[in-house]
């Protein structure tokens, strides 16, 4: 039975890693003068410098309204659950299915944390159900992610890694029909041979 929880706990410690997103360091470098005439309307939307010189930089100058980078949303919501379906042999040791499910709303950051993503985004975690006490594992107060975004509908997803300073691809989500972005994992918790059941990992993001 110990061994059970040790495959379950150790599997949903990989799964939460999702979950338990933090922040690493980042900076943005100074503004400096380019010596370069102003040009008639902002030139680069991504630049963070005032190419026109009408002390309104990047996005927040109407002349770039319409580039894809001023597009990317300034908050959404999120919401991450884990999911445990015990299989039957493990529900005669007393194993039962549970949940862990927890919303957010992540804001962007003004320095993202993600140095190889175009954006990161950073928000508290309430709980909305956890059943699951045989997880002993503490569970996060937050969470962060950084983003690549592809397309309008397509985006890559980041997350900090436990044991270093390095960002790991979470995974890739299309826009669906119902406006949300969707990544779904799967995994069998497996002990020695043992079929103890499924841990599903479900991240929803909506702008």
Known sequence: M?????????????????????????????????????????????????????????????????????????????????????????????????????????KSDDISACTICDRSYSGALTYSSDDCDMIEDDRPGSVTYGLIFLSETERVYYGAETDGPGWAEVGRATLAPDGAYTITTEENVDVEGFDAGDLTVELIFRD
């Not at 503004?31 to 902002?42: K, N, Q, R, T, W």
């Not at 379906?85 to 499910?101: F, K, M, Q, T």
């Open 2 to 106: 110990e061994g059970i929880l040790r495959a379950l706990c150790k599997s949903f410690a990989a799964s939460a890693v999702m979950l338990n997103l933090l922040s690493c360091g980042g900076s943005v470098a100074p503004e400096e003068d380019s010596g370069l005439d102003p040009v008639s309307a902002e030139a680069i939307c991504n630049d963070q410098i005032d190419n026109d010189q009408d002390g309104q930089t990047d996005c927040e100058d109407s002349d770039c309204a319409s580039a894809f980078e001023c597009t990317w949303p300034d908050e959404f919501q999120h919401t991450a659950g884990v999911y445990f379906d015990a299989s039957s042999a493990a529900e005669l040791l007393g194993y039962d299915d549970c949940e862990i499910v927890a919303d957010a709303v992540l």
